[in-house]
């Protein structure tokens, strides 16, 4: 009992208040257990999606705070072996890529790539849960113009209606698995000849802006696409790489609260969207709000 008054209490209304405390316990996520202490990578969307798990869990009575661990995947992993947090939100593709050495085993398929993710980390204490819809990979996009005057939003209608346009993105498109050589391979698109290369971010965005490129390559959430209202073609037969949100936990803290912490978790990325991401960095990035801010909003529309 967390009462000091406990010792002056008889055994019989002692047995009592404990039976009370137990029930009262159960399903709110307001029991004794650990701290949950959530990993924030140095980058805006991190920060949002670490915000959204500490007001979802809080809204439930966990205890949750967040701790800023460094803008690079090795620190927040050396976080998480030095027992200085316990969950974060991780990308599927990157963290087995990272994890792997460059592989190559990552797919587009969300839910097998999280499956060969945690053959990776087990060995680490940790478990990748079920990956949300959002994704934030490398992803193709289209001035509204474009789009509507070509009627093309999906990378089906590029690939039958786009054989002449331009490509403008990252250099490594030329080799990289799901930029050109993906667009071959899996919707029979050859863009090669029509490919400039372009810094990522801004340059693209004004290259397309000024018309040098027909399509450019941004981050799927990029702040850039919900400013200029740019359309995301969406990857229809799932070429792209399954950068999917997955929260990643130890096991230790999975234990402690077991299928209440993870059905909260699953709960929280079955109603993360790529378009949730998107608006929330744009607020972020370019609006210049705070992300606890952004992320209280999100919680209060998804009835946290």
């Not at 803008?71 to 990157?94: C, I, K, M, Q, T």
């Not at 978790?265 to 079955?270: G, M, T």
């Amino acid at each position: 009992m967390r009462t000091n008054r406990s010792r002056a209490i008889g055994a019989g209304l002692l047995a009592l208040v404990m039976l009370m405390a137990a029930c009262g316990d159960s399903g709110d996520g307001a029991n004794d257990g650990p701290e949950v202490v959530i990993a924030a990578q140095d980058f805006g969307e991190s920060e949002i999606l670490a915000e959204i798990y500490k007001g979802a869990l809080e809204s439930k009575g966990y205890t949750a705070r967040v701790q800023r661990v460094g803008g690079f995947r090795d620190l927040e992993l050396a976080a998480f072996e030095s027992g200085d947090v316990n969950l974060a939100p991780e990308y599927a593709a990157s963290m087995l890529e990272y994890l792997n050495e460059g592989a190559g085993e990552a797919t587009g398929d969300a839910a097998a790539t999280t499956d060969l993710l945690n053959g990776y980390i087990e060995e680490l204490g940790l478990v990748a849960l079920t990956p949300s819809d959002a994704v934030d990979t490398n992803a193709f996009v289209v001035t509204a113009e474009t789009s509507e005057s070509l009627g093309i939003t999906s990378l089906s209608d590029l690939a039958e209606k786009g054989a002449d346009l331009t490509l403008g993105g990252p250099p490594d498109c030329e080799t990289n698995p799901f930029c050109i050589p993906g667009l071959q391979r899996v919707y029979g698109l050859d863009l090669s000849a029509n490919f400039t290369p372009l810094q990522a971010g801004l340059p693209t965005a004004d290259a397309l802006e000024q018309d040098a490129i027909d399509v450019g390559i941004l981050f799927s959430t990029s702040a850039i696409i919900a400013d200029r209202g740019y359309v995301l073609l969406e990857d229809d037969q799932n070429m792209l790489a399954a950068d999917n949100v997955v929260p990643v936990l130890t096991n230790d803290l999975l234990e402690a609260y077991g299928d209440e912490l993870r059905n909260l978790l699953d709960e929280i990325s079955s109603k993360l969207t790529t378009a949730d991401l998107t608006a929330m960095n744009k607020r972020f990035e370019i609006d210049n709000e705070d992300a606890d801010a952004i992320a209280a909003d999100w919680l209060a529309d998804n009835g946290y």
